[in-house]
């Protein structure tokens, strides 16, 4: 089992970055795959980034790629989204999963654990 809890949304203005976190509970967070989703109201939840166990693998959605980077720390138990170049389309509750294969995974189905998720809003 495994709690996860993300921080660092806010409100920015187009062209902006914002850093989240994802902090995770439990002794074997460097075994899971991570990954981060969002979901805008009224719209389906969609896949955002991915990264494996070890960290040397990484999945992006082709809308975020080059402005968005999926990092970890295992030793601080904690996912990182590093957000470049904000666009207002980008504006979502963004989440964040484990899963207990550590692939960097893409599909929602495929996570097992989920945080409450942290409001991301870029302003035009």
């Known amino acids: 089992q495994v709690q996860l809890v993300e921080s660092g949304g806010g409100l920015v203005q187009a062209g902006g970055s914002l850093r989240l976190s994802c902090a995770a509970s439990g002794r074997t967070f460097s075994s899971y795959g991570m990954g981060w989703f969002r979901q805008a109201p009224g719209k389906e939840r969609e896949f955002v980034a991915a990264i494996n166990w070890t960290g040397g693998i990484t999945s992006y959605a082709d809308s975020v790629k080059g402005r968005f980077t999926i990092s970890r720390d295992n030793a601080k138990s904690t996912v990182y989204l590093q957000m470049n170049s904000l666009k207002p389309e980008d504006t979502a509750v963004y989440l964040c999963?484990?899963?207990?294969?550590?692939?960097?995974?893409?599909?929602?189905?495929?996570?097992?654990?989920w945080g409450q998720g942290t409001q991301v809003t870029v302003s035009s």
């Open positions: 999963a484990a899963a207990n294969l550590g692939r960097a995974l893409t599909l929602v189905r495929s996570f097992n654990y």
